[in-house]
């Protein structure tokens, strides 16, 4: 599908209604690692009804605001890594294990029991119910390999390593699948390569670049500082992203509204697409179309217009919902704003 100069898209989530999930009880907590089924309101015969439903509305309120590139929401997560971590073979979810979050507190985690293997496709139906529901381009997101061997306790593998190659293998298994199903993008989420750069350097880019071996489709990588409605304070830099223009996905997506990334960081990345995230998600307050336009601008003295896509700084699941409405036209708006100017 053909999409037009700088096109807009979610990097993943939208706000989950509260008729859906205690709003309350997720902006409580770190984003789970293992199930958190308390956090759903509806009875457990309804609730894949109800997350059906909830998910049209949110493709059809990304249609509404304006975007070019559309998820489903992730509407059915709890959170964007434990759907598809929790789902795997050779994982305890019954007697989980314990390993720091990115801001140092103990969170339980999938233990590693056994060797990791993917049994079945874990995301194939979500992707078919969101090309069935939408003509527009679709974006489908899995977690990354080395995100998923630091959120879990290995009590199986000889090191870390070790258990991120074996997920690398079951992310490329879904990959391609979601692809065959009619996926125009997939990402993967690797957030931890941000929060644990040491790792990132030894391990991390092999098994994001295993995870992607032999796939054929536009492919994303997102790397983020952590949702801002939890991790508050944002480094003027990343500190793992330049290593980034050795792996083997089309495009990069990063935060730059809330930090104000200096974009210099752009010219390690020509060969990429960049997925600028220009919308700030640490305040409820909707920017006018100028402000997200300006800071999409910062980004044409280091990477041409062709090369970008624009979207949140990362998922809009903490969001209110008229706030994370309001954003995304705003993301919109200042989209046609810029193609007027760039032509």
């Not at 009804?49 to 949110?58: I, N, R, S």
């Amino acid at each position: 599908m053909s999409l037009p100069l700088l096109p807009t898209s979610l990097v993943g989530s939208y706000a989950q209604p509260e008729w859906l999930i205690d709003r309350s009880k997720l902006a409580g907590r770190f984003p789970p690692r293992v199930r958190a089924k308390e956090l759903w309101r509806i009875p457990p015969e309804h609730l894949a009804e109800a997350q059906d439903d909830a998910t049209v509305v949110a493709i059809r309120l990304q249609e509404e605001a304006g975007l070019d590139i559309l998820t489903d929401g992730e509407i059915r997560r709890e959170s964007y890594s434990n759907h598809f971590a929790t789902a795997l073979e050779g994982v305890d979810i019954d007697n989980p294990g314990t390993a720091l979050d990115r801001s140092g507190h103990p969170n339980p985690v999938p233990r590693i029991a056994g060797p990791i293997t993917r049994p079945r496709p874990v995301e194939v139906a979500d992707l078919r119910f969101l090309r069935a529901h939408t003509d527009r381009t679709i974006k489908m997101t899995v977690p990354g390999p080395f995100t998923m061997s630091q959120q879990a306790q290995n009590d199986h593998y000889p090191d870390a390593e070790a258990a991120a190659m074996d997920y690398a293998v079951a992310v490329n298994a879904e990959v391609k699948d979601l692809f065959a199903a009619g996926a125009d993008i997939v990402q993967l989420d690797e957030p931890y390569m941000q929060a644990r750069p040491d790792a990132a350097r030894a391990y991390g880019l092999k098994a994001l670049n295993a995870a992607l071996e032999g796939v054929t489709g536009t492919t994303a990588v997102h790397i983020c500082f952590g949702y801002a409605a939890i991790i508050h304070e944002r480094p003027e830099g990343y500190s793992f992203l330049p290593e980034l223009a050795g792996c083997s996905a089309d495009q990069i997506s990063i935060e730059t509204a809330q930090s104000g990334l200096d974009l210099g960081v752009l010219s390690d990345l020509t060969d990429k697409t960049i997925i600028l995230g220009v919308l700030d998600l640490s305040t409820p307050e909707v920017e006018s179309v100028e402000t997200v336009a300006a800071r999409a601008r910062r980004a044409f003295d280091h990477i041409r217009p062709e090369q970008l896509v624009l979207a949140p700084d990362c998922g809009m699941k903490y969001l209110p919902r008229d706030s994370a409405f309001g954003k995304m036209r705003a993301l919109a708006g200042a989209a046609r704003v810029l193609r007027d100017e760039v032509g």
